[in-house]
């Protein structure tokens, strides 16, 4: 994957995370400011307990997806973006467009999925 290809995904990833950082904001609706990092913070330090009531009031899908694309923030930066994560081939591109954060290709992701159905 190229630089510009990386870049793109990357602003993708942080429009996708403010956009749920901006959900719960909303949803809290007290002029209370969630920082920047906080979902990093989250992973960090999950023992405070601003970061817990955080963590409360997301659904499991948004807090799996604002973890995962932290994940792949950092991954971006590096060579193993676009790796899956389970068999270390590529993921495709068309897939990496529409989930720019899973961390599996489609086929592991198929078989993640019918584990845990
Ligand atoms: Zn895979």
Known sequence: MNRK??????????QEKEEILKKIS?????????????????IDKAESSYAKEFLFE???TEREILIQIDNALEK????????????HKEISSKR??????????????EKLEKKSQ
């Open 5 to 14: 290809e990386k870049d793109r995904i990357k602003k993708k990833l942080l």
């Open 58 to 60: 997301l659904s499991d």
């Open 76 to 87: 971006i930066e590096g060579d193993d973006f676009g790796i899956c994560e389970m068999c």
């Open 96 to 109: 990496l467009n529409a989930v720019p954060w899973t961390p599996y290709c489609i086929k592991c992701q």
């Open 26 to 42: 909303e949803f809290r609706n007290e002029g209370k400011e969630i920082e920047p990092g906080i979902a990093q913070d989250v």
